[in-house]
């Protein structure tokens, strides 16, 4: 009994002392402050102390420890006192690396607003963002593209801020800046705030939310407000309001529903609401479109706060419409209660940003809006690496103190960004992806082998060779490595057992030469051998192909001699006595040597032969297309198509200037195009990418062309090879049709021209396969790959991961994702996205497998130049969402107008943006 009741004493002894400590921890918990686990980076912060920022009093810490690389610069003195906080006047620059990425500690699974700014301050003296060229630069989160940051044409002090709300998806955060080459990435500040788990449901480990705007309405004087009025430190913008705009307000709290947790709004936003004049009409129209964005690309989520702090006891019912399509109906705000209204994961299309509150016709009172935030959806597409593989690589950077430049953010992902050395596999497109080959060979490593290599399972070759490792090999158990080459180190042994085995095995290739541990051994691992062999191998083979190569060379040097001491004889020789009869210059063989220097120029090649560059007796630079002996056999159409196509004078139409006509060489003269082809300004490289209204008024050229040779050209011509190589581009962009060497003509009473297959692969008619006829709807389905093409960026046919015909690929692609998917990334997401979806639907227009559902030419001209004006009309410089703050927004508020749409009278609604000669108007978001 005694030992019974001591253990019940000690029992309930230690249930009060559980309940003691819980109740300690529960007061430390809620007697935390609201800011408790924020992150606050001053980037580029001089001083390596903290400090508390005067507005919020939230602490500030330097970036040191958060970032490798990048500069760290201020703004200049002369912006210093229109900084309205400290963060503005530091800032971290990073002019080397395509990618430099901040990575902050978080808690795996956790929903986060992620917040990073941007003054630019002129800080490197070269005012660029008032400097007349694009400003522009992105933003990942994570692995995925975020946002791009466009300060072209801002005010240098003026500070833009970029926000998304995130699941971390893992320890740490990374927000990466990516160079675009339109401007040195920077930042001068980041901060990182935790959310409620129940906050904001429709973004999750898939979907991220990046903010478009979020306002406040009503009488406040603060423009912004944020912590510590609001805990989770959002960034609230006020618009003052001016008749016939009213503020109401009330001291009432304004209650949050039990339960109704998903945006935990602070009450004093809600103390305040706009509404109208009830002399005025009840209909509200405004736009949050902001500068320097195209809403056009963004697909929108609106989430509207409202709660009716009218003290009396009103009727009040309206309508709520996004772009015109109406989102709730009859809705009544509850009195001193908060309603927020939202679509739940649906994305809007909603091109100008407007919306519209509309009173119902049972309605007593007008409208009224208490605050509203907008976001856009960002796609979490890539996969991170495996977290596994990601913390070993990390080790391995540590241990040997690699400071390579591109060795930032995430080892894998996104592709174009991986670390240079590491091979990665991305085959199982639904899992992370994994590190499968470390090459640091000749990375000045010292120092012992690192055993963090041995953890990563998927690792298959590790080249480690050519540095000054020192020490014992590591047991390197990993049953996935087939190649480990540690030669030309400083290893001793011994060798471990586990490598010498799966060696022996045939399982792995080691390689050891070089090292001390060699001096011990004596097997094929630490011999030349395997060297030795393949040199025995290359000599094997060398030696007879030196031997021939001579004797061609012998040969040739004869023919040149023999050439050189023969050419006036021999090829005049051969010129033919009887000219065309066509209206154009006849070039003799010697003029071609004489025009081309000798054909030292060449600027193309093809099946046809070879184009050289050249120039005339007045200065004019043409191409000169030269088909030569061998394959003039084989060119029965040559004589006859230079006289359909002396006839054929167009803008868009390559001009034949001459013509050589000699037994051993024909050879077509054109104007010279400086700025190559389409094909190469598509995909041919970085120097220069052609911009949307570029691209369609080269499409409008080539279709130009081709409406030409099929309805103005008596007979009519098929083209027969429409492709991106032959739509040359002048000096002005101009696209010019050109190789008319496979063109056929027909005449009225041919529907159809019956001959053997031309074309190039990807481009060609796939109903030839079927009838073995070429009509003008033939060029019309390869103008079709063009356009796509011209949007995508891609071949004709994409060979990984899988072989894709491209209208294939954009299909699937339409179908999976979004048509935004298939734009190339070139373009930066600057385009017109209702000129994209009509441009994609005239390609799949012309791709149709039947011809008979193909457009004309001349619909296809037509529908490409009812484009034009549009694109033209909605320019704009970059895609980036931006939030501005300077010493101009109380004159910029003093003058916000709200217009009021009546009934009976023409809907005004208020616009976003600033107008030369007219009341300016502020954004709603400021963004």
């Not at 970029?162 to 500040?189: Q, Y």
């Amino acid at each position: 009994m005694m030992i019974n009741f001591i253990c019940w004493q000690s029992t309930k002894l230690a249930w009060i002392l559980a309940l003691l400590l819980n109740l300690v921890m529960m007061i430390q918990v809620h007697g935390q402050p609201a800011s408790s686990g924020f992150i606050s980076i001053d980037c580029g912060l001089r001083n390596s102390s903290s400090y508390n920022d005067s507005a919020t009093g939230l602490r500030f810490d330097p970036d040191g420890g958060f970032v490798e690389g990048g500069m760290r610069k201020q703004m200049s003195q002369e912006f210093i006192a229109n900084a309205r906080n400290e963060q503005q006047k530091t800032l971290r620059s990073f002019p080397g690396g395509s990618r430099n990425c901040y990575t902050l500690p978080s808690i795996i699974g956790k929903k986060y607003l992620l917040r990073a700014t941007f003054t630019y301050g002129n800080y490197d003296g070269l005012n660029k963002t008032l400097d007349g060229s694009l400003f522009l630069f992105g933003l990942h989160i994570g692995v995925n593209f975020w946002e791009a940051v466009n300060l072209t044409n801002y005010e240098p002090w003026a500070m833009v801020w970029k926000e998304v709300l995130t699941v971390a998806p893992s320890n740490s955060v990374s927000a990466c800046l990516v160079n675009f080459g339109s401007g040195i990435p920077f930042i001068s500040s980041l901060e990182l705030r935790p959310l409620e788990d129940t906050m904001y449901p429709f973004f999750n480990t898939s979907v991220s939310i990046g903010l478009y705007s979020r306002f406040r309405l009503g009488n406040v004087t603060d423009f912004i407000t944020r912590y510590p009025t609001d805990n989770y430190d959002r960034i609230w913008q006020n618009h003052a309001t001016e008749y016939p705009w009213m503020d109401i307000n009330t001291t009432n709290k304004v209650e949050t529903l039990p339960g109704n947790n998903f945006f935990n709004i602070p009450s004093v936003i809600m103390q305040n609401a706009l509404t109208l004049d009830m002399n005025n009409p009840g209909v509200i129209n405004y736009s949050t479109a902001h500068p320097n964005v195209d809403t056009k690309t963004l697909q929108l989520l609106p989430i509207f706060h409202f709660a009716e702090i009218n003290g009396s006891n009103p009727n009040r019912r309206f309508d709520i419409y996004s772009a015109g399509e109406l989102l709730f109906s009859g809705f009544s705000p509850s009195r001193f209660q908060v309603d927020s209204l939202y679509q739940n994961g649906r994305f809007l299309h909603n091109p100008n940003a407007t919306f519209r509150l509309k009173m119902t016709g049972t309605s007593t009172l007008p409208p009224l809006i208490n605050a509203q935030e907008v976001y856009f959806l960002v796609r979490m597409d890539n996969l991170t690496t495996d977290t596994k593989d990601v913390n070993y690589m990390k080790e391995v950077k540590n241990h040997y103190n690699l400071t390579r430049i591109n060795w930032n953010g995430d080892p894998c992902s996104p592709r174009e960004y991986s670390w240079e050395g590491l091979t990665c596999d991305y085959s199982k497109s639904n899992q992370n992806p994994r590190i499968v080959s470390v090459n640091l060979s000749a990375s000045g490593l010292k120092g012992g082998l690192a055993v963090s290599f041995m953890n990563m399972v998927s690792l298959e070759n590790l080249d480690l060779s050519h540095n000054n490792l020192t020490g014992a090999i590591p047991d390197y158990q990993l049953n996935s490595l087939k190649i480990i080459n540690l030669s030309n180190n400083q290893l001793v042994g011994p060798i471990p057992d586990s490598i010498l085995r799966r060696f022996q095995a045939g399982l792995l290739d080691l390689r050891l030469e070089g090292n001390p541990v060699c001096s011990k051994f004596k097997d094929t691992y630490c011999s030349n051998k395997k060297k030795n062999t393949i040199q025995t191998m290359v000599i094997a083979v060398t030696v007879p192909v030196v031997l021939v190569s001579l004797l061609v060379l012998m040969c040739i040097i004869w023919k040149l001699c023999w050439k050189g001491k023969s050419d006036h004889v021999d090829y005049a020789m051969y010129e033919e006595e009887t000219s065309l009869h066509v209206d154009l210059r006849r070039f003799t063989y010697i003029e071609l040597k004489l025009i081309t220097n000798d054909f030292q120029s060449i600027i193309g090649k093809g099946g046809f032969g070879i184009v050289y560059h050249g120039k005339l007796e007045n200065g004019d630079e043409v191409a000169v297309k030269v088909l030569m002996e061998t394959s003039i056999a084989e060119s029965t159409d040559f004589l006859p198509e230079v006289e359909t196509l002396s006839k054929v004078h167009h803008k868009n139409l390559v001009t034949l200037k001459g013509y050589c006509q000699n037994k051993k060489c024909l050879a077509l003269i054109y104007d010279f195009m400086s700025r190559g082809n389409l094909q190469q300004l598509i995909r041919g490289g970085d120097d220069y990418s052609l911009n949307w209204e570029q691209r369609l008024h080269i499409a409008l050229d080539a279709a130009q062309g081709l409406e030409y040779l099929h309805e103005s050209c008596t007979p009519s011509i098929v083209h027969r090879d429409v492709k991106t190589p032959n739509i040359l581009l002048d000096k002005n962009l101009v696209g010019i049709i050109s190789d008319f060497g496979l063109s056929r003509a027909f005449n009225d009473a041919h529907t159809h021209i019956s001959t053997v297959a031309a074309g190039t692969l990807g481009y060609l008619d796939p109903e030839y396969h079927a009838t073995f006829q070429l009509t003008v709807k033939t060029d019309v389905y390869s103008f079709g790959i063009v356009l796509l093409e011209i949007i995508t960026g891609q071949p004709p046919v994409l060979m990984e991961p899988q072989t894709f015909h491209l209208p294939n690929w954009v299909r699937y692609k339409i179908a999976m994702v979004n048509i935004h998917d298939i734009v190339d990334k070139r373009l930066l997401d600057q385009y017109d996205v209702s000129s994209l979806q009509s441009v994609v639907d005239l390609a799949m227009n012309c791709v149709e497998n039947v011809a008979i559902n193909r457009p004309a030419m001349t619909e296809v001209v037509s529908r490409i130049k009812e484009l034009l004006p549009v694109v033209a009309r909605g320019k704009f410089s970059g895609s980036a969402s931006t939030s501005s703050m300077n010493p101009m927004d109380a004159e910029i508020r003093r003058k916000f107008q709200l217009t009021i749409s009546g009934v009976g009278n023409e809907e005004k609604s208020f616009r976003s943006g600033y107008t030369g000669g007219m009341s300016e108007l502020i954004p709603l978001s400021g963004r």
